[in-house]
């Protein structure tokens, strides 16, 4: 039984490249969650989509970030023009039924260096 | 210039020992909770979770009890062993925000042989 995968587990990128992050949920579950992880501080809720649709975006910054789920593949998280303070951990979970007091279960995270 | 980051609390127990980790939620209408296990390089561990119309659940060596008076939810680990050194994560949900989980700040268990 295969968790949730991420990749890449590590990537790095120069001021102003793209960065793609991906993320296959566990079999079965339809709802993706997106977290950030500044050093030594807790996660920060992002985007929850279900395939096809964004549910809620409200901890998504205005520009630069999109998120996506389509019906066949990963979620992608897509980071345009990065800046050294996009530099983060980004992890992604999944749940079956999605919603309130659905467990989440997280990935091993995406680990994102800006130079 | 360069950003430092928080210092967690820190909680230093010895193997066996009984580990109590603390955290106080923000949000008196959230009806969900979580606690996560962190270890270094890797994503959030499900521990346990407790709904707000309970105030204990019990697992394996694990106790959740929530105190929804102060806003205050606890993790006690039974003979703590060296595998569960890490970063300790109370999570809340609010039932109209479903899905987006509130992470606490974390604490960071070491479990001295």
């Known amino acids: 039984n295969a968790g949730v995968m991420q990749n890449p587990r590590h990537l790095v990128r120069r001021r102003g490249q793209e960065a793609r992050l991906r993320c296959s949920p566990m079999?079965?579950?339809?709802?993706v969650y997106w977290y950030r992880q500044l050093p030594e501080e807790g996660l920060k809720f992002m985007v929850y989509l279900q395939k096809e649709n964004i549910i809620d975006e409200s901890g998504m910054p205005k520009e630069r970030f999109s998120a996506e789920f389509p019906k066949e593949g990963p979620s992608i998280l897509r980071i345009q023009q990065v800046v050294r303070g996009d530099s983060a951990a980004y992890f992604c979970a999944s749940s079956l039924s999605g919603g309130a007091q659905d467990t989440q279960y997280f990935g091993p995270g995406t680990r994102l260096t800006v130079l | 210039g360069e950003s430092v980051g928080l210092h967690l609390p820190t909680l230093s127990v010895q193997e066996g020992d009984n580990s109590i980790i603390n955290c106080a939620y923000s949000?008196?209408?959230?009806?969900?909770f979580i606690w996560y296990k962190q270890e270094s390089g890797k994503g959030p561990q499900f521990i346990i979770d407790?709904?707000?119309?309970?105030d204990k659940r019990q697992g394996q060596r694990v106790t959740v009890l929530l105190n929804k008076t102060v806003k205050h939810l606890s993790l006690q680990i039974a003979a703590t062993q060296p595998g569960d050194s890490a970063v300790y994560f109370c999570a809340e949900m609010y039932y109209n925000q479903g899905g987006k989980l509130i992470f606490g700040q974390g604490t960071e268990l070491s479990v001295k042989p």
């Open positions: 949000n008196s209408a959230s009806d969900y």
């Open positions: 079999k079965g579950h339809s709802h």
């Open positions: 407790i709904r707000s119309n309970m």
